[in-house]
């Protein structure tokens, strides 16, 4: 071979080395490329699962705020009706108390010394209560224990409400 075949062939070594760089170049990039996007792919199937848990969850959160709202909206209307249902019972017997319809009357011990009144032990043969003396109340008297023994049924409802709200928040 000669020297001017084998600066030929040098040079046209030379000329290929870059082209076969770029095409070495360039098929590396498409595997690349094609790794990438499948890594793009499989990440995007991970966000879509991750996704879909966690929409899952917000609706089960929120399905069971729902039902605690409903609970919590029966417990307080039947508490609500209970309280009314009270006053107006209250209101009943105070309505009584001020027409003279009903008395409220205590039952006496006959037997205390530093009472001081003579009291008969019988009732007389009118009367519906069995059992010892009995004085009657004056209606004044009564109408405050009647608002009393309001007040306390009143409280006494508020705590059952309070124990029902903190027993369903606390399942």
């Known amino acids: 071979m000669s020297t001017a075949a084998l600066k030929l062939a040098v040079v046209g070594a030379l000329a290929l080395l870059p082209i076969t760089a770029v095409g070495v170049w360039q098929v590396q990039e ?10 793009a792919g499989l990440h995007q199937g991970d966000l879509t699962v991750i996704s879909n848990a966690a929409a899952a969850q917000a609706r089960a959160e929120q399905d069971k705020r729902l ?3 409903q609970r919590l909206s029966a417990s307080d209307q039947s508490h609500h009706e209970a309280l009314t249902n009270a006053k107006k019972n209250q209101a009943r017997l105070r309505d009584r108390l001020a027409t003279s319809d009903l008395r409220l009357s ?3 011990d006959t037997t205390d010394p530093a009472g001081g009144f003579p009291v008969p032990a019988s009732t007389d043969a009118g009367g519906l209560d069995h059992g010892g003396a009995r004085a009657r109340l004056d209606p004044a ?3 405050r224990i009647v608002d009393i023994t309001e007040d306390g049924d009143e409280g006494l409802i508020a705590l059952k409400a309070c124990q029902a709200y903190v027993r369903e928040i606390s399942r």
Do not use: F, G, I
């Open 141 to 143: 008297h009564a109408q």
């Open 106 to 108: 205590v039952l006496l």
């Open 30 to 39: 498409w595997r690349y490329a094609k790794r990438l996007a499948d890594q």
């Open 67 to 69: 039902a605690l709202e």
